[in-house]
């Protein structure tokens, strides 16, 4: 053989090898949009089928349908919202229009009513057979029964192309097309029989658990003779239907009871013009041939000028004897002879006032729908019983919904303190749904979190001053003290706030209110709550072995623990930060028995109702949260694969990494690496951080448009190392805290060859930017920094307001995250010495502050104070304001944006990369929308 040829064959057979040698492409800033993950998924009651959605981070979904053995049945474009029929028999969902046809809408700003429209599919997974409907506004599927009732959307008028005279034209424009009060048809399947039925103009429906009947108001046109307003009753089975109420009018709040022999709904039929509306109480046993009214306004049952509330939910207990609903003052009439642009606009601020004017303002709405529940008794002439009121204006119903009590709270009269507290104490009681009486729970108010048990026997709560969690007896109405005696604290022996530290919480009940199991840092107690009798479920495993066990009841809406159950409980070891589970029966005495554990993350188990098939997601640094179906959790079968592209970009490992400050704390973080990383290189650091993120070292983190936040991924598959040291504070001195922390685990990190000492910057979010802002006063280590949305003034920021919410930020330094742990002038020192705004003279580091116009945490002026004062001593600084944003950037195609300019801010000052035209020179505001200042700047360099 030639030597030529002996040459070729030798290339050719290099061919494969050379491939694999082939360097992985860093992740760049398209790749976002097809990036995927697992939404949704679902397992059928009898545990043989599973769904789950499929999601481009942008554009269009695909739903997959498939047995547990991971055999596919379907793959459905778009298919979005699904859910499984409660015989396992089909699957109903909602198609989504094409991402592309939406976009070319909005892009044409289509009106609301002209944008393209869902689809609503149903696949029968017994024979294949794929049913599609159109034009789908909102479906329901029965709760107990293969019945689905879906509805239309609402006749647009240029759809129409009557040929008809004008007069005819008109009378249309007038009623039936009328699109802002014009009901859509509705249609009823019986999925199992193959049958449906339709009923035009329907405004307002209503399923049964069951499915044996539907409900539904209906608004006829004007001059129809075919279809007449009311409320309507349809009987799937028989495929009667029953007209319950008459009228044109407004039916809300349509409820049934479980069985679905029973039916309540408010309504009112007033005139259109009528200044106030109030409603009525209708209700039906179906015994007769109509609703009837059994609570309206005026009855001497009510109090004086109340009603039946239209806002309030309606619904009976579980064995259909009481029927639970709202009641409220009756609305102000409207001074219809006021002009409005006559009278002035105010807020006016009183210092008597329970709440700021800004909270009051925030949450307006949902006080003028504000409603106080009552309870009424159908089958005992209507009995009514007012449980709560102006006063008692807070309440739950157990699970069990027979109970004869609900847990009441209050906070009347301890409000105010709340400015400063973060939370009211509140006063709990137990109202009785058969008397109303009102028995006081604790004689003094607390800012507990009372809870119910699920049968209603018990009430449940955590007494910060006694440090210990507490039973009241409704039966014998007696208080236990459950833990008290306890070897160990139920709350967060970790907390670094000048708060109260928060309770570790309540795993579950068992069945009959039993036992509960609470809490501590590790392990879970089991509790008798009448005489608080406690055992160390986990047998001290927890504590002995540090790990956190954890457990949540995976059927979905089953409410208790049944005495058989054997429980999976998520157990995280808390030096190796590794997540796994561990079973143990309810019942059992012997230690918890490992099933797994690794370096992995898992989401929530999800039981089949009636199997003991198991479904989650699992993920890892590197793999993708991918779907599996177990029945042990040992030996598993994966559905899903997403991501394939990822084989083709350079990821990043993660590492646990532990050093001791210089106050000699033991201190952890995760230190991420190029999936490339060579340690005969130097490489950039960027440290980012808020508060402790070392529990999330195996959680997947995909590639993604930042809300300003530090994309791990971006930066590590970019060449970058990144730190994430976890912060504990001392009450006082949160800024200096951070420069213990960060700073010598940074210094730590400095003495591997393969760290570029040289080359270091620092990235914070909202806290983390506040601490990225008191960083660079106190040292010159980085090179660069990038701080959203921070606090530089706490004098200023102290009285401030959190906008989003209307509530003042002065229990955020006082108490909680800020952590000065007392007010302005009681601790003025703590405030100037933590502000990183007077001490701005010391920065020697170029630094981009985002601060946002409609930021509602962070008061947009921080960052503002920042900037100026920075731009002022001459210092490199720019400011990002996002028009209209959050504190967070809600918009994707601003987090496109931030997530470009972030990585080309630390590419410039830690790589040499040639500055950017907007960080360089800038963007004028006369080339605002046209001119982004993304490309190089002409001879910019480092």
Known sequence: MPKSVLFIAALVCQVPALAQQTPKKPLDHSVYDRWESVVNPKISNNGKFVLYQVKPQQGDGTLYIKTAGNRQLAQIGRGDSAAFSADSRFVAFSIKPPYALVRQARIKKKKPDDMPKDSLGVYALETGKLTKYANVKSWQLAEKAAVLAFLGNKPVLKDAKPKAPADTLKKL?????????????????????????????????????????????????????????????????????RKLSSGKGTYKNLAFDEAGK????????????????????????????????????????????????????IQFSDNGEKLFFGTAPDPIPQDTSLVEFEHAKLDIWNYKDDYLQPTQLKNLKKDLQRNYLAVLYPK???????????????????????????????????????????????????????????????????????????????????????????????????????????????????????????????????????????????????????????VN???????????????????????????????????????????????????????????????????????????????????????????????????????????AQQQDYNWFTAELVHWTTPQGHKATGVLYKPENFDPAKKYPLISYFYEKLSDGIYRYQAPAPTPSRLDIAMFASNGYLVFTPDIS????????????????????????????????????????????????????????????????????????????????????????????GGTLWEKTDAYLRNSPLFSLPKVQTPVVIMANDADGAVPWYQGIEMFTDLRRLGKPVWLLQYNGEAHNLLKRENRKDISIRELQFFDHYLKGAPAPVWLEKGVPAVEKGRNWGLEPAKGAGM
């Open 537 to 643: 479920f986990t047998n001290g495993l927890g504590r002995a072995g540090k790990l956190t066990f954890r457990y949540r009841i995976p059927v979905e809406k089953k409410k208790f623990i049944e005495p058989k159950d054997e429980l999976l409980l998520l157990a995280q070891n808390t030096e190796t930060k590794q997540w796994g589970y561990y079973r143990k029966a309810i019942a059992g005495t012997k230690a918890p028995q490992l099933v797994a554990i690794g370096p992995v993350s898992y989401s929530p188990l999800m039981q089949a109702k009636n199997a003991g098939t198991l479904l989650y997601t699992k993920s890892s640094v590197s793999q993708p949260a991918d779907v599996y179906v177990s029945t042990d959790l040992r030996k598993e079968t994966k559905l899903s694969a997403i991501n």
């Open 173 to 241: 424009t007038d009623g039936l097309l009328d699109a802002n009060k014009a009901g859509a048809p509705l249609t009823v399947l019986n999925l199992p029989a193959g049958s449906s039925r339709e009923f035009a103009a329907v405004t307002d429906y209503q399923i049964s658990k069951p499915g044996n009947r539907v409900a539904f108001a209906v608004l006829a046109p004007k001059g129809s003779q075919d279809v007449q307003s009311g409320l309507y009753a349809f009987d799937v089975p028989g495929g009667s239907l």
């Open 262 to 313: 029973q039916l309540a709904f408010a309504a009112e039929k007033h005139p259109e013009k009528a200044l106030v509306k109030p409603f009525s109480l209708y209700y039906t046993n179906f015994a007769i041939d109509s609703a009837a009214i059994i609570l309206r306004p005026g009855d001497k049952t009510l109090k004086a000028n109340w009603s039946p509330s239209g806002f309030g939910k």
């Open 380 to 534: 005992r002439g209507n009995l009514f019983i007012q449980l709560e009121d102006e006063y008692l204006r807070e309440s739950f119903l157990a699970e069990n919904t027979n109970a004869e009590y609900v847990l009441a709270l209050t906070d009347t009269a301890k409000r105010i303190a709340a400015q400063w507290e973060g939370a009211a104490r509140r006063q709990a009681f137990l109202v009785s749904t058969t008397t109303g009486q009102r028995v006081a729970i604790n004689p003094q108010a607390l800012k507990s979190r009372f809870q119910l048990s699920p049968n209603g026997d018990y009430a449940l709560w955590y007494d910060d001053a006694a440090k210990a969690w507490f039973s009241f007896a409704a039966a014998t109405r007696r208080t236990t003290n459950l833990t008290g005696q306890l070897p160990v604290s139920f709350t967060d022996e970790e907390n670094d706030s000048p708060t109260d530290p928060e309770p570790y919480g309540v795993a579950a009940w068992t069945k009959n209110d039993g036992a509960v199991l609470v809490y501590d840092r590790y392990d879970i107690w089991k509790i008798n709550p009448k005489t608080g009798a406690a």
């Open 729 to 820: 504070y001392t009450v006082g001195e949160p800024g200096p805290s951070a420069v213990e922390y960060v700073n010598s685990g940074v210094e730590a990190l400095k003495k591997n060859p393969w760290v570029d000492g040289a080359h270091l910057g620092i990235q914070g979010q909202s806290w983390g930017g506040y601490q990225v802002a008191y960083l660079i006063t106190q040292t010159n280590l980085y090179a660069a920094a990038w701080a959203g949305a921070p606090v530089v003034n706490m004098t200023s920021a102290y009285g401030g307001i959190r906008w989003e919410s209307g509530v003042s930020r002065q229990f955020q330094y006082e108490r909680t995250q800020s952590r000065i």
